[in-house]
């Protein structure tokens, strides 16, 4: 992978600061800052006019909307609900579907979530219905899916969890975990927050009925998105004004105007893979734009398993160390989101002594707090946690261990 081609579609990597709390919020790319002042300096107008630059503002939002149902390989565009984050979209979700539950139907949710797919499904408990928390195994933190299966009945309407975990960094298997929802009649909800700037969200393959993301984690801006089967979306009431009926999907989930700008800038992440993809691959000149998303994800893998390698090995042979989440690299089980505590420091002394060195790390709950404490991870405030995405290179790897030898 060309890694200084990467980096030059990021102007804030010019500086001599390495970023490393990616989790948090990647940087973004050139692309997109440009789209976003484009539009704001050209189109800014109210939609729907038939005046020429109305006309011309639809155009330009219809096909960013429909770019990034094909980026998530939804069926049709109106699948795509956006909205201004993650939270807010599962909040907007808990909300609508809910209003045709009856007391004692059940949701599940689990304790590696974070708190943005958790607390819509459990405030449910105020409407009568029950919440049942799916718990990771507590020596290995995993989801099992037998534990899963205990946990569904025919009340359950729906299981709430994480593609990957902020913390764990581990990948579960939706796609297996979908199968099992679905015999049992129950639907599924999936934060790919974590996942999304590391792998392909392929919304079919997953055969997820919701599944929502963050663009500010994923090289955009602050804005977030919602898949939704469309049958789904088409039978629940909206949130939006009266005269708004059930076929007006997803505007019945968008009241007021969603954001015109940050949904205009999402082209430019899409036109950065494709672009990356050319570069990558100059012969391949007949691959649909499926492929080509698989294969630049596959690169991205590639390069992610590639630089955290090292400093997994570092923080397993490390006496005082332990990760918290796989001891692998393996681009399978684990995106490079690493968690780790030391036995006798705090974990906000490791990252406050590693600011000084201009890497951007950094320790806490990460709002996945009910796994923190159950892990009995409270005391040390935390984890210590190196959120990696593809722009990271080797050398800023080694530069970490290099401090983390120094300083631990
Ligand atoms: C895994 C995960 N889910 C959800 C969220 C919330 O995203 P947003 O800020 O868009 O609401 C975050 C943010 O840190 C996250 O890491």
Redo the contacts with the bound molecule.
């Keep these: 992978m060309d890694i200084e081609f990467v980096r030059n579609q990021f102007p804030a990597l010019e500086r001599e600061f390495v970023f490393m709390d990616n989790?948090?919020g990647s940087q973004t790319l050139k692309k997109v800052a440009e789209r976003i002042s484009g539009y704001l300096l050209h189109h800014n107008v109210q939609l729907g006019a038939s005046y020429q630059v109305s006309r011309e503002a639809g155009e330009k939002l219809t096909y960013a909307t429909k770019q990034v149902s094909n980026f998530i390989n939804a069926s049709r565009p109106e699948e795509v609900v956006i909205g201004p984050?993650?939270?807010?979209l599962l909040r907007v979700l808990s909300w609508c579907i809910s209003k045709q539950w009856q007391e004692g139907d059940e949701v599940i949710v689990t304790n590696t979530?974070?708190e943005?797919?958790v607390s819509p499904w459990t405030d449910l408990k105020d409407k009568g219905i029950n919440v049942k928390v799916w718990k990771t195994n507590p020596e290995s933190l995993e989801l099992e899916i037998s534990d899963l299966k205990k946990l569904l009945n025919k009340r359950t309407r729906l299981v709430a969890l994480?593609h990957?975990?902020?913390i764990l960094g581990s990948i579960n298997p939706i796609r297996e975990i979908a199968k099992t929802v679905h015999k049992s009649g129950a639907l599924i909800c999936v934060?790919g927050?974590?996942y999304a700037p590391h792998r392909r969200v392929d919304v079919r393959k997953l055969d997820v009925d919701f599944y929502?993301f963050?663009w500010?984690?994923t090289y955009g801006p602050?804005l977030?998105v919602m898949y939704g089967r469309y049958h789904q979306l088409y039978k629940m009431d909206g949130i939006n004004h009266y005269f708004f009926t059930k076929k007006d999907v997803p505007y019945k989930f968008q009241p007021g105007n969603f954001n015109f700008e940050l949904t205009y800038s999402l082209l430019g992440i899409i036109e950065y893979f494709e672009e990356f993809f050319k570069h990558e691959f100059p012969k391949e000149k007949k691959v649909d734009f499926q492929e080509k998303m698989d294969k630049i994800f596959e690169l991205i893998s590639r390069h992610e398993e590639r630089i955290s390698k090292p400093l997994i090995t570092y923080l397993i042979e490390h006496p005082d160390i332990k990760i918290i989440g796989r001891n692998t690299a393996d681009r399978e089980k684990r995106v490079p989101t690493i968690s780790f505590v030391h036995r006798t420091l705090k974990s906000n002394e490791i990252v406050e002594k590693i600011d000084d060195y201009r890497i951007g790390i950094r320790f806490g709950d990460?709002?996945?707090k009910k796994l923190i404490e159950d892990a009995g991870l409270k005391e040390k405030n935390g984890v210590v946690r190196v959120s990696l995405v593809h722009y990271n290179t080797p050398d800023e790897v080694q530069r970490l261990i290099w401090i983390l030898k120094k300083i631990i």
Excluded: I, L, R
Aim: glycine share 4%; net charge negative; proline share 0%.
């Design positions: 989790a948090g984050s993650s939270s807010m979530d974070h943005a797919n994480t990957a975990s902020n934060d927050v974590a929502v963050s500010y984690k602050h977030a990460f709002y996945a």
